[in-house]
Protein backbone atom coordinates (compact mmCIF):
# COMPACT_ATOMS: atom_id res chain seq x y z
CA UNK A 1 0.00 0.00 0.00
CA UNK A 2 1.50 3.43 -1.03
CA UNK A 3 1.68 6.61 1.92
CA UNK A 4 0.22 9.51 2.07
CA UNK A 5 3.39 11.17 0.56
CA UNK A 6 3.35 9.28 -2.75
CA UNK A 7 -0.51 10.12 -2.75
CA UNK A 8 0.21 13.75 -2.75
CA UNK A 9 3.64 13.37 -4.86
CA UNK A 10 0.87 12.16 -7.41
CA UNK A 11 -1.45 14.67 -7.06
CA UNK A 12 0.83 17.74 -7.47
CA UNK A 13 2.27 15.49 -10.78
CA UNK A 14 -1.14 15.55 -12.15
CA UNK A 15 -1.21 19.03 -11.40
CA UNK A 16 1.87 19.96 -13.17
CA UNK A 17 0.84 18.08 -15.96
CA UNK A 18 -2.65 18.89 -16.55
CA UNK A 19 -2.11 21.62 -19.72
CA UNK A 20 -0.50 19.14 -21.87
CA UNK A 21 -2.11 15.60 -20.76
CA UNK A 22 -4.40 15.87 -23.26
CA UNK A 23 -1.87 16.52 -25.89
CA UNK A 24 0.26 13.93 -24.43
CA UNK A 25 -2.73 10.80 -23.95
CA UNK A 26 -5.68 12.45 -26.34
CA UNK A 27 -5.01 9.46 -28.90
CA UNK A 28 -3.97 6.86 -26.72
CA UNK A 29 -7.48 7.59 -24.92
CA UNK A 30 -9.42 7.81 -28.46
CA UNK A 31 -8.42 4.55 -28.72
CA UNK A 32 -9.19 2.76 -26.02
CA UNK A 33 -12.92 4.42 -26.81
CA UNK A 34 -13.05 3.04 -29.70
CA UNK A 35 -11.62 -0.98 -28.81
CA UNK A 36 -14.63 -0.25 -25.92
CA UNK A 37 -17.19 0.58 -28.62
CA UNK A 38 -15.99 -2.15 -30.82
CA UNK A 39 -17.08 -4.81 -28.51
CA UNK A 40 -20.21 -3.56 -27.64
CA UNK A 41 -20.24 -2.10 -24.70
CA UNK A 42 -22.32 1.42 -23.92
CA UNK A 43 -22.87 3.85 -21.26
CA UNK A 44 -25.97 3.76 -19.12
CA UNK A 45 -27.73 7.36 -18.61
CA UNK A 46 -26.13 8.20 -15.72
CA UNK A 47 -22.36 7.64 -16.01
CA UNK A 48 -19.33 8.25 -13.50
CA UNK A 49 -15.69 8.60 -14.28
CA UNK A 50 -13.14 7.50 -11.70
CA UNK A 51 -9.93 9.55 -12.10
CA UNK A 52 -11.12 11.10 -14.92
CA UNK A 53 -8.06 13.48 -15.27
CA UNK A 54 -9.15 16.02 -17.85
CA UNK A 55 -12.27 14.58 -19.00
CA UNK A 56 -10.92 13.89 -22.50
CA UNK A 57 -13.25 10.21 -22.13
CA UNK A 58 -15.57 11.92 -20.40
CA UNK A 59 -16.59 14.49 -22.41
CA UNK A 60 -16.63 11.81 -25.80
CA UNK A 61 -18.71 9.42 -23.74
CA UNK A 62 -21.28 12.13 -22.10
CA UNK A 63 -22.67 12.49 -26.19
CA UNK A 64 -24.31 8.85 -25.30
CA UNK A 65 -25.64 9.52 -21.55
CA UNK A 66 -27.92 11.98 -19.96
CA UNK A 67 -25.37 12.84 -17.17
CA UNK A 68 -21.56 12.24 -17.13
CA UNK A 69 -20.07 12.97 -13.96
CA UNK A 70 -15.83 12.72 -14.08
CA UNK A 71 -14.25 12.76 -10.61
CA UNK A 72 -10.55 13.76 -9.74
CA UNK A 73 -7.72 14.30 -6.97
CA UNK A 74 -5.97 17.06 -8.97
CA UNK A 75 -7.70 20.77 -9.21
CA UNK A 76 -6.25 21.10 -12.37
CA UNK A 77 -7.25 18.80 -13.94
CA UNK A 78 -10.93 18.93 -13.24
CA UNK A 79 -10.32 23.01 -14.18
CA UNK A 80 -8.96 21.92 -17.32
CA UNK A 81 -11.90 19.46 -17.81
CA UNK A 82 -14.53 22.11 -16.96
CA UNK A 83 -13.80 23.56 -20.68
CA UNK A 84 -15.56 20.66 -21.60
CA UNK A 85 -19.30 20.62 -22.35
CA UNK A 86 -21.99 18.12 -21.30
CA UNK A 87 -19.73 17.00 -18.04
CA UNK A 88 -20.08 17.54 -14.47
CA UNK A 89 -16.49 17.27 -12.94
CA UNK A 90 -16.09 17.42 -9.04
CA UNK A 91 -13.21 17.37 -7.08
CA UNK A 92 -12.92 14.27 -5.04
CA UNK A 93 -11.17 11.06 -3.73
CA UNK A 94 -12.02 6.97 -5.02
CA UNK A 95 -11.45 5.91 -1.66
CA UNK A 96 -14.51 8.37 -0.40
CA UNK A 97 -17.39 8.84 -3.60
CA UNK A 98 -19.80 11.90 -2.52
CA UNK A 99 -22.32 10.12 -3.87
CA UNK A 100 -25.15 7.17 -2.36
CA UNK A 101 -25.66 4.24 -3.28
CA UNK A 102 -27.17 3.31 -6.89
CA UNK A 103 -26.47 6.58 -8.02
CA UNK A 104 -25.02 5.75 -11.43
CA UNK A 105 -26.00 3.55 -14.30
CA UNK A 106 -21.98 3.29 -15.22
CA UNK A 107 -18.75 3.53 -13.56
CA UNK A 108 -15.35 3.49 -15.55
CA UNK A 109 -11.91 3.78 -15.00
CA UNK A 110 -9.28 4.27 -17.49
CA UNK A 111 -5.92 3.51 -16.82
CA UNK A 112 -6.02 5.14 -13.20
CA UNK A 113 -6.85 2.18 -11.20
CA UNK A 114 -3.00 1.90 -10.56
CA UNK A 115 -2.49 5.07 -8.95
CA UNK A 116 -5.12 4.14 -6.10
CA UNK A 117 -3.29 3.52 -3.04
CA UNK A 118 -6.22 0.78 -1.73
CA UNK A 119 -6.98 -0.65 -4.52
CA UNK A 120 -10.17 -2.64 -2.42
CA UNK A 121 -11.78 0.09 -0.86
CA UNK A 122 -11.76 1.87 -4.91
CA UNK A 123 -13.42 -1.06 -6.35
CA UNK A 124 -15.36 -1.19 -3.48
CA UNK A 125 -16.89 2.50 -3.52
CA UNK A 126 -16.88 2.09 -7.54
CA UNK A 127 -19.07 -0.77 -7.01
CA UNK A 128 -21.47 1.04 -4.11
CA UNK A 129 -22.03 4.02 -6.37
CA UNK A 130 -23.32 1.77 -9.10
CA UNK A 131 -26.93 -0.06 -9.50
CA UNK A 132 -27.32 -3.72 -9.61
CA UNK A 133 -26.91 -4.88 -13.11
CA UNK A 134 -24.80 -1.83 -14.06
CA UNK A 135 -21.71 -2.23 -16.00
CA UNK A 136 -18.01 -1.26 -14.18
CA UNK A 137 -15.35 -1.00 -16.60
CA UNK A 138 -11.59 -0.70 -15.91
CA UNK A 139 -8.61 -0.38 -18.07
CA UNK A 140 -5.48 -0.93 -16.48
CA UNK A 141 -2.03 -0.72 -17.76
CA UNK A 142 -0.52 -3.72 -19.39
CA UNK A 143 2.31 -4.47 -17.17
CA UNK A 144 0.08 -4.70 -14.47
CA UNK A 145 -2.93 -6.08 -15.53
CA UNK A 146 -2.38 -9.54 -13.91
CA UNK A 147 -2.15 -8.66 -10.65
CA UNK A 148 -4.97 -5.80 -10.83
CA UNK A 149 -7.54 -7.61 -12.46
CA UNK A 150 -7.24 -10.26 -9.95
CA UNK A 151 -8.11 -7.79 -7.23
CA UNK A 152 -11.10 -6.73 -9.10
CA UNK A 153 -12.29 -10.58 -10.06
CA UNK A 154 -12.33 -11.52 -6.55
CA UNK A 155 -15.36 -8.53 -5.44
CA UNK A 156 -17.67 -10.33 -5.06
CA UNK A 157 -20.01 -7.70 -6.25
CA UNK A 158 -19.07 -8.45 -10.00
CA UNK A 159 -19.24 -10.42 -12.00
CA UNK A 160 -16.92 -10.18 -15.23
CA UNK A 161 -18.94 -9.61 -18.62
CA UNK A 162 -15.98 -9.44 -21.06
CA UNK A 163 -11.95 -9.23 -20.85
CA UNK A 164 -10.13 -7.80 -23.97
CA UNK A 165 -7.61 -4.92 -25.19
CA UNK A 166 -8.17 -0.98 -25.25
CA UNK A 167 -5.52 0.33 -26.92
CA UNK A 168 -2.10 -0.66 -25.53
CA UNK A 169 -4.13 -1.70 -21.78
CA UNK A 170 -5.91 -4.59 -20.70
CA UNK A 171 -9.77 -4.18 -20.49
CA UNK A 172 -12.06 -5.60 -18.17
CA UNK A 173 -16.12 -5.24 -18.44
CA UNK A 174 -18.21 -6.13 -15.41
CA UNK A 175 -21.43 -6.44 -14.43
CA UNK A 176 -22.60 -5.60 -10.60
CA UNK A 177 -24.15 -8.30 -9.28
Not at 161 to 177: H, T, V
Request: glycine share 8%; charged share 30%; hydrophobic share 35%.
Amino acid sequence: MRTIPNRKALHWKYQADARSYDKLYGEEQKAKLSDLYDCGWRPGAKLLDLGCGTGLITSRLASRCDLAVGLDVSERMIRQGRRRNRVEFILGDVLRLPFRPDSFDTAVCFTSFHHFPQKNLTVYEGTRVVKTGSYVVFTLLREQAGRDSRILKRNKSLRLELEGKAGRDALFIFRRI
